[in-house]
């Protein structure tokens, strides 16, 4: 349950079987003595079952991991911060000229309601690109959450609870982007199109959201 701590392993050196056992976050090596086909008697009285789809140590179920994310899904991580990353610089950047333009009249009306429908989408956006790497910083800094799923509801300090719920927020904010961005194509707050910028982050937040979920890490709980 410790995602930064190893998890227990099966496995055979020179011939004789052992198990890692770290329940508790402390490894201890366990001598096993197969008494049955699949079934483990350890040195300190208990059984490893590794029968069938259900494998139990101590009558505990026991679930295979992954050490982290697989490549291709580092792969996709990394997409999604270099498209959170991007957004941020180039709605700073936007911000910018905006700016030093505010002095100057407006070329083309805005719809009503299109400005504030604009800036809330902006805002979703941004709180989004911001949410997006703080979840894949902690997941770089913990590979082994993608494997514990969501711990939300243990016994952590709060401050460590609620950036167990990041994932949950970026699945929110993807579906609000989303929802602001076709409200915007239905209610012409954009005279042309969608900025690109904004329909490539609400998809990287939604490939992100898509992942988190499969990683069971996508939950809500105190």
């Known amino acids: 349950m410790n995602p930064a701590k190893p998890p227990s392993r099966f496995h055979v050196e020179s011939g004789v079987p052992y198990f890692d056992s770290a329940e ?4 201890v090596r366990h001598r096993l003595s197969e008494f049955a086909p699949g079934l483990f008697l350890a040195d300190n009285g208990q059984t490893l079952d590794l029968r069938g789809p259900s494998r139990r140590w101590r009558g505990l179920d026991l679930d295979p991991v992954t050490n982290g994310p ?32 505010a002095g100057r009249p407006p070329t083309v009306g805005t719809p009503a309601g299109g400005r504030i429908g604009r800036r809330l989408t902006t805002v979703v956006a941004a709180v989004g690109a911001l949410a997006t790497l703080v979840t894949v910083a902690m997941i770089r800094v913990m590979p082994g959450l993608v494997d514990v799923g969501f711990l939300g509801r243990m016994a952590f300090p709060l401050p460590v609870r609620l950036a167990f719920h990041l994932p949950l927020a970026v699945a929110l904010l993807a579906g609000g982007l989303g929802a602001l961005l076709a409200a915007g194509v ?31 890490l996508v939950a809500w709980g105190f």
């Open 24 to 27: 508790d976050g402390t490894p």
């Open 70 to 101: 697989l490549t291709w899904q580092w792969a996709l991580l990394a997409v999604v911060v270099v498209v959170a990353a991007g957004w941020l610089v180039a709605g700073g950047a936007a911000v910018v000229r905006r700016r030093r333009a």
């Open 186 to 216: 239905l209610r012409h707050w954009w005279t042309r199109r969608i900025r690109p910028r904004d329909a490539t982050l609400a998809v990287a937040l939604t490939a992100l959201a898509a992942q988190l979920a499969s990683w069971h």
